[in-house]
Nanobody, 126 residues
Framework: QLQLVESGGGLVQPGGSLRLSCAVSGFTLDYYRIGWFRQAPGKEREGVSCISSSGGYTNYADSVKGRFTISRDNAKNTVYLQMTNLKPEDTAIYYC???????????????????WGQGTQVTVSS
């Protein structure tokens, strides 16, 4: 059974850092594109970042460019989202998602992903 499990969320002060992990099971990560998404209270879910199956292409929402870095370790079946210089507006539930494709490019668009994790809460507050 294909499963994605997020971890690494928590409470952090503005300017702090967190690293989220997305551990996958039930499939081989090598052939899947992975995206990170978030949903803040009262807002729609939005795309944050994505990484191609090879890891050679990444894409970021403008709001996180220069602060977030996505990476993957296919041997560990895990994708990471390193978040730095966090801001209160980054507060949200963060989800990872997967789609089976080896296309070279990616976009963090909800409709492009088939499998979703349950999310991990990130709260940025002093």
């Amino acid at each position: 059974q294909l499963q994605l499990v997020e971890s690494g969320g928590g409470l952090v002060q503005p300017g702090g850092s967190l690293r989220l992990s997305c551990a996958v099971s039930g499939f081989t990560l090598d052939y899947y594109r992975i995206g990170w998404f978030r949903q803040a209270p009262g807002k729609e879910r939005e795309g944050v970042s994505c990484i191609s199956s090879s890891g050679g292409y990444t894409n970021y929402a403008d709001s996180v460019k220069g602060r977030f870095t996505i990476s993957r370790d296919n041997a560990k079946n895990t994708v990471y989202l390193q978040m730095t210089n966090l801001k209160p507006e980054d507060t949200a539930i963060y989800y990872c998602a997967a789609v089976a494709t080896v296309q070279a490019l990616c976009v963090p668009r909800i409709s492009r992903y088939d499998y979703w994790g349950q999310g991990t809460q990130v709260t940025v507050s002093s």
